[in-house]
Nanobody
Framework: QVQLVESGGGLVQSGRSLRLACVLSGDMLESYAVSWFRQAPGKEREWVSG????????RYHKSARGRFAISRDNSENTVYLQMNDAKPEDTAVYFC???????????????????????WGQGTSVTVSS
């Protein structure tokens, strides 16, 4: 059974950096497209960034582009989300999600829609103070 566990959340001051990690267990990360989503209190879940299984295929929501960096270490079965220049509006619970995708079929639409993911982590909370 594939499972995801996020870590790295916490309290950070505005303008500082934070790195989230998502570890996949039960299979090889290299066969999975992975995305990060977030949900702020009282708001809908929002896509942040995702990577397919193809080489260098990663995409970002416009709110994250230029500040966040997603990376995957298949040897460690871990996906990271480096959050730089954090803003109070980044405050949310961050979730990683995985989709089996051995044949590199994920597109940006697939990476950005929760409905295409069947495995989710429990979330890690990020609070950015102003």
């Amino acid at each position: 059974q594939v499972q995801l566990v996020e870590s790295g959340g916490g309290l950070v001051q505005s303008g500082r950096s934070l790195r989230l990690a998502c570890v996949l267990s039960g299979d090889m990360l290299e066969s999975y497209a992975v995305s990060w989503f977030r949900q702020a209190p009282g708001k809908e879940r929002e896509w942040v960034s995702g990577c397919g299984t193809g080489a260098d295929f990663c995409r970002y929501h416009k709110s994250a582009r230029g500040r966040f960096a997603i990376s995957r270490d298949n040897s460690e079965n871990t996906v990271y989300l480096q959050m730089n220049d954090a803003k109070p509006e980044d405050t949310a619970v961050y979730f990683c999600a995985a989709r089996f995708d051995r044949f590199h079929t994920a597109t940006e639409v697939v990476l950005s829609e929760p409905i295409f993911f069947d495995t989710w982590g429990q979330g890690t909370s990020v609070t950015v103070s102003s």
